[in-house]
């Protein structure tokens, strides 16, 4: 089983740039995927970036270069680097965990463990 919990969201005007920390516990860390992803609806989630447990990174087509994820395993931490930001990218954050990584993907259905997210605000 794995833990999360998401820090580093805030307020940016748009261009700026933010870092999200996804901060996990649990035996099973260095084995498991990790996503980013942000709500599109009261109950859906679109992906944003994973990361599998050799590095191998996956972005969303409207990341566009813009982001970067990475992880630190002697940390346990999943960073999102958000550059030139977009009001447009004004949402809940949540990183999540996969237990099986068999697939690197930003899909959220196969992702089983949620962090509670952080927000991140825009302004124009």
């Known amino acids: 089983q794995v833990q999360l919990v998401e820090s580093g969201g805030g307020s940016v005007q748009a261009g700026g740039s933010v870092r999200l920390s996804c901060a996990a516990s649990g035996p099973t860390y260095s084995s498991v995927c990790i996503g980013w992803f942000r709500r599109i609806s009261h109950k859906a989630r679109e992906g944003v970036a994973a990361?599998?447990?050799?590095?191998?990174?996956k972005y969303a087509d409207f990341v566009k270069g813009r982001f970067t994820i990475s992880r630190d395993n002697a940390k346990k931490t999943v960073y999102l680097q958000m550059n030139n930001l977009e009001p447009e990218d004004t949402n809940m954050y949540y990183c999540?965990?996969?237990?099986?990584?068999?697939?690197?993907?930003?899909?959220?259905?196969?992702?089983?463990?949620w962090g509670q997210g952080t927000q991140v605000t825009v302004s124009s």
């Open positions: 999540a965990a996969d237990a099986q990584c068999t697939v690197l993907s930003v899909y959220a259905q196969r992702y089983e463990y």
């Open positions: 990361i599998g447990r050799d590095g191998m990174t």
